[in-house]
């Protein structure tokens, strides 16, 4: 019988001459389907992490290497619901007649759900236990790509315009707080960047998390959560105690290059195999396991470096925008200040 179609009782005439249903198990259609059910469910359930250790790694060949997307629905229904509560509060600020939320902002916000996508579901994904600069790109996504377009997305500026003024209320306490404004201090946000990847790549930890799934999500959720805080003061879109200069933005970002670069190099000149997980793939294509690693510093040293060197791009490019409405502003008030003297010399002399 096929699986697809539907199962039928079908009956028998008992001894007393009426017709009696036979019942019929599905403990054998059971236990023949459970292995295919099993295997359907470790492929939707379980991240898509390393290559089985032991087990030969394929070499990724286009245009095959571009299907080998994974289906791990932890980071999908994370994106899924961040997407659908960001467009539905600004359809609702929309809605309610007010300034519509810029689109470039929900553009913003979208390319960083979308950057974690890519890092956590696409191929890259599928190859990061299999070689290090893979991995490293995967993390430069998290926190040089995905973390700085969210936060110019606005997030919590856009639920504090859709939300009632009860949870506005809540949220502005929220905001306020002292938690809120110890995590958010420019200094703890640096600091916290740099000590989660120095911390994770020179430790034990990195190379645990290649083979547990549980802290490799920890993994990932700390390069986030350490980029948030510290593009947060950088970006200056949402709500923040902590406003910083243009001067001190620029500052800050020319202080993270040198802790990028050193760490970067650090990896790139390494002479041994930091993460013994490498050593374990079978593969006889790619680098070695040492110039693989070489690689990623390098990836983490020119790449991180060229991104920041883009973010102060862009803070002098803010900073001029700034000093240029702030110098129309300064004219038209002056401007207004001459024809109300004129008008009152006028009116004297009549």
């Not at 023949?32 to 060949?61: F, I, K, M, N």
């Not at 980071?75 to 810029?102: D, K, M, S």
């Not at 050193?262 to 680098?287: E, Q």
């Amino acid at each position: 019988m096929a699986l697809s179609e539907p199962v039928a009782a079908t009956a028998s005439p008992g001894q007393n001459g009426r017709v009696t249903p036979i019942r019929m198990s599905f403990r054998p259609l059971l236990r023949a389907s459970l292995p295919s059910l099993l295997a359907l469910l470790a492929t939707l359930l379980l991240p898509a992490l390393a290559l089985a250790h032991g087990v030969e790694a394929a070499e990724p060949r286009l245009p095959g290497v571009l299907l080998a997307w994974s289906l791990d629905p932890l980071p999908l229904i994370g994106v899924a619901t961040a997407g659908g509560a960001y467009l539905w509060a600004a359809r609702r600020v929309a809605a309610a007649g007010r300034r519509p939320h810029p689109r470039w902002r929900t553009a913003c916000f979208g390319g960083g759900l979308a950057a974690i996508v890519v890092a956590l579901n696409s191929p890259i994904e599928a190859y990061e236990g299999v070689l290090f600069s893979v991995h490293m790109l995967q993390h430069m996504l998290l926190e040089l790509v995905a973390a700085p377009l969210l936060l110019l997305g606005a997030p919590a500026t856009l639920a504090l315009r859709a939300a009632s003024p009860s949870v506005r209320r809540g949220l502005l306490s929220v905001l306020h707080s002292r938690a809120v404004a110890v995590i958010s201090f420019p200094l703890f946000g640096w600091l916290l960047f740099a000590a989660v990847n120095w911390g994770w790549h020179f430790s034990a930890l990195y190379d645990q998390a290649l083979e547990n799934a549980a802290l490799h999500y920890l993994q990932h959720a700390t390069f986030l959560g350490a980029a948030l805080l510290f593009w947060w003061p950088v970006i200056g879109a949402d709500p923040s105690r902590w406003r910083l200069p243009y001067p001190v933005r620029l500052f800050y970002l020319f202080l993270a290059m040198p802790q990028n670069s050193f760490l970067g190099v650090a990896l790139m000149s390494a002479p041994a195999v930091l993460y013994p997980h490498y050593l374990t793939n079978l593969r006889a294509w790619g680098p070695t396991a040492v110039d693989d690693q070489s690689l990623g510093g390098i990836l983490m040293w020119v790449g991180g470096d060229l991104v920041f060197l883009v973010g102060m791009a862009a803070v002098v490019a803010a900073w001029v925008r700034h000093e240029d409405r702030r110098t129309a502003r300064l004219d038209a008030r002056l401007d207004a200040q001459l024809d109300a003297e004129a008008a009152t010399r006028r009116a004297q002399h009549l």
